[in-house]
């Protein structure tokens, strides 16, 4: 039987709840362990709190919207703005894959707004690349660990890419049923309401969550609420075939033939 266990990777606490936790959640209902690691302590979210406090604030709020998900968390690796695709990182990123060895990893989108992301996005798909490496080393060590993987991209925020293009999700998971846990865990994130309203003028913060969710919903024509996700190419990862979020969600997990048919086309 094959390893039961998800987790899902963001650049900053908040954002796994913005895109990513209603399947996570899901998957947890599903009987499958779940973890929870952003990249970044998120130490620059604040026009308040100086870094030292400010780190101190995003772990608890993360930490309880790990709780309120049901998933175990993993603390953060660098700072805001030094999520870098950098060695260092990568050892100590594919040391925690190691030990967590996930057969789904949710991770961000390739195309997003800002570098944070894109590089969290990346160091990622290497660490999954390089965890049944026996001669890659990391940090701390740890074995090697040859089980499969699957890599599902999240959408970008604002569903677009940094050039204002729409991103079409290649299968939409039906969020509706655990809607109300992924705004509850979003809303632990009590430091960021204001730092967002101020700095990126997103006003209202679960409401935005919110309009993504109805968007990415009217996008699968079935689904009120959705999360959208493109599976990474199968090549160091798993079997051409693999495509365990939909054998594990069955019906709440909508592939979109239109993108299948398109990618064949190379649209």
């Known amino acids: 039987m094959s390893r039961r266990v998800a987790m899902a990777i963001g650049a900053h606490p908040d954002d796994i709840e913005f895109m990513m936790a209603g399947t996570l959640r899901l998957l947890k209902l599903a009987g499958f362990e779940t973890h929870y690691l952003n990249l970044s302590t998120g130490s620059c979210g604040s026009q308040v709190y100086p870094p030292a406090r400010l780190r101190v604030v995003r772990r608890r709020e993360a930490q309880a919207a790990a709780r309120l998900l049901?998933?175990?968390?993993?603390?953060?690796?660098?700072?805001?703005?030094?999520?870098?695709?950098?060695?260092?990182?990568?050892?100590?990123?594919?040391?925690?894959?190691?030990?967590?060895?996930?057969?789904?990893?949710?991770?961000?989108?390739?195309?997003?707004?800002?570098?944070?992301?894109?590089?969290?996005?990346?160091?990622?798909?290497?660490?999954?690349?390089?965890r049944g490496m026996n001669?890659?080393?990391?940090?701390?060590?740890?074995?090697?660990?040859?089980?499969?993987?699957?890599?599902?991209?999240?959408?970008?925020?604002?569903?677009?890419?940094?050039?204002?293009?729409?991103?079409?999700?290649?299968?939409?998971?039906?969020?509706?049923?655990?809607?109300?846990?992924?705004?509850?865990?979003?809303?632990?994130?009590?430091s960021q309401q204001d730092w967002l309203a101020e700095t990126q003028k997103m006003n209202q913060y679960l409401a935005t969550m919110e309009r993504y969710s109805r968007e990415v919903g009217k996008m699968s024509r079935r689904f009120a609420h959705a999360e959208g996700w493109r599976?990474?190419?199968?090549?160091?990862?798993?079997?051409?075939?693999?495509?365990?979020?939909?054998?594990?969600?069955?019906?709440?997990?909508?592939?979109?033939?239109?993108?299948?048919?398109?990618?064949?086309?190379?649209?």
């Open 135 to 190: 001669n890659y080393r990391t940090t701390p060590r740890r074995a090697s660990t040859p089980h499969d993987v699957t890599l599902y991209h999240a959408m970008p925020t604002g569903l677009r890419d940094p050039l204002r293009r729409r991103i079409i999700p290649g299968a939409f998971v039906n969020t509706g049923s655990v809607f109300a846990e992924k705004t509850a865990a979003l809303a632990a994130h009590h």
């Open 70 to 130: 049901g998933a175990t968390w993993h603390a953060s690796l660098v700072d805001d703005m030094e999520i870098y695709y950098a060695d260092p990182t990568l050892r100590r990123l594919t040391a925690v894959l190691r030990e967590v060895g996930p057969s789904i990893l949710l991770v961000p989108s390739p195309q997003d707004y800002m570098e944070d992301h894109t590089n969290a996005c990346r160091l990622a798909v290497s660490a999954a690349f390089v």
């Open 231 to 267: 599976r990474h190419l199968h090549w160091g990862y798993c079997a051409e075939e693999a495509d365990p979020l939909r054998d594990a969600l069955g019906k709440q997990c909508r592939i979109n033939p239109s993108y299948e048919a398109a990618l064949e086309r190379g649209g």
